[in-house]
T-cell receptor, first 112, second 117 residues
Framework: LAKTTQPISMDSYEGQEVNITCSHN???????ITWYQQFPSQGPRFIIQ???TKVTNEVASLFIPADRKSSTLSLPRVSLSDTAVYYC?????????????FGKGTTLSVSS | NAGVTQTPKFRVLKTGQSMTLLCAQD?????MYWYRQDPGMGLRLIHY???????AKGEVPDGYNVSRLKKQNFLLGLESAAPSQTSVYFC????????????????FGAGSRLTVL
């Protein structure tokens, strides 16, 4: 499975758009990308998932360029409650139930 | 619908003691995972299971054993606890479908905080 690299931390202010980029240079044809959010003392929770181009849901957007070597999680107009750790995960569509390895994640701090 | 339930939520052990963490899911998920998370660190995969009766090693399996005798339960055992195993343990489950429907999306439990003295 492709390894992922993310910035260790990011800072933002309320109301701003935040973009967190994940690098996965060795992504394979069958790999998909999933983002999770984790608050202190809680388990991670699913945010968004995609394979190519752009995916949008009520929480975030995920942009994946044509070469799929990176992906960007976009959080519109963040609030203090978006302060959390965000993880990018690459998984194999063809090999269900494989080891899902998390990277170190990006700690987002939102200030007022 | 409880999702993923971990038992116990907190436990303090002495070095050398043994214990078992229980993970139960009521979503009929095929795949289950055990992760550990040390303070200020990311999640590391200990063991995982792709179905009843099957288990596999993850990134950091040493010192742990697992069993998946029933589809809904995944047990993590520590035979002889060590201070280095002080951590928060998270269980997760998933099932694989197409990307549009949620490919292998993990549902996590609330965590079990283990302290080994």
């Amino acid at each position: 499975l492709a390894k992922t690299t993310q910035p260790i931390s990011m800072d933002s202010y309320e109301g701003q758009e935040v973009n967190i980029t994940c690098s996965h240079n060795n992504i394979a044809t069958n790999d998909y990308i999933t983002w999770y959010q984790q608050f202190p003392s809680q388990g991670p929770r699913f945010i968004i998932q995609g394979y190519k181009t752009k995916v949008t849901n009520e929480v975030a957007s995920l942009f994946i360029p044509a070469d799929r070597k990176s992906s960007t999680l976009s959080l519109p107009r963040v609030s203090l409650s978006d302060t959390a750790v965000y993880y990018c995960l690459v998984g194999d569509l063809e090999e269900a139930g494989t080891a899902l390895i998390f990277g170190k994640g990006t700690t987002l701090s939102v200030s007022s | 619908n409880a999702g993923v339930t971990q038992t116990p939520k907190f436990r303090v052990l002495k070095t050398g003691q043994s214990m078992t963490l229980l993970c139960a899911q009521d979503m009929n998920h095929e795949y289950m995972y055990w992760y550990r998370q040390d303070p200020g660190m990311g999640l590391r995969l200990i063991h995982y299971s792709v179905g009843e009766g099957t288990t596999a090693k993850g990134e950091v399996p040493d010192g742990y054993n697992v069993s998946r005798l029933k589809k809904q339960n995944f047990l993590l055992g520590l035979e002889s606890a060590a201070p280095s195993q002080t951590s928060v343990y998270f269980c997760a489950s998933s099932y694989a479908v197409e990307v549009d429907s949620g490919a292998n999306v993990l549902t996590f439990g609330a965590g079990s905080r283990l302290t080994v003295l």
